[in-house]
């Protein structure tokens, strides 16, 4: 079993910062993916930016320019930066991590961006 616990999140006001991240409770380099995601309410969980165990990065169209995920191996955390926040990007924000045969996921972050 694998816990990941989240944290970062908070109230922003448009324009601004957040940095969130996410903690493994073992080695990350047994997953093949690990990422971010997130869910608006009334709207599904989607994917914001992924990073592979080769460290290729895949961000949702959304996020680019904006936000950068990272990983460290040594900490067993990948973070995601959050630069120019819009009110469109409050939602819950998941952390993922994937093997082969299944995926884990933490409790979320509550992000709010508002004036």
């Known amino acids: 079993q694998v816990q990941l616990v989240e944290s970062g999140g908070g109230l922003v006001q448009p324009g601004g910062s957040l940095r969130l991240s996410c903690a493994a409770s073992?080695?990350?380099?047994?997953?093949?993916?690990m990422g971010w995601y997130r869910q608006a309410p009334g709207k599904e969980r989607e994917l914001v930016a992924t990073i592979n165990s080769g460290g290729v990065i895949t961000y949702a169209q959304f996020v680019k320019g904006r936000f950068t995920i990272s990983r460290d191996n040594a900490k067993n955390t990948v973070s995601l930066q959050m630069n120019s926040l819009k009110p469109e990007d409050t939602a819950v924000y998941y952390c993922?991590?994937?093997?082969?045969?299944?995926?884990?996921w933490g409790q979320g972050t509550q992000v709010t961006v508002s004036s």
């Open positions: 073992r080695s990350i380099f047994v997953f093949v993916t």
């Open positions: 993922n991590a994937a093997l082969a045969y299944g995926d884990y």
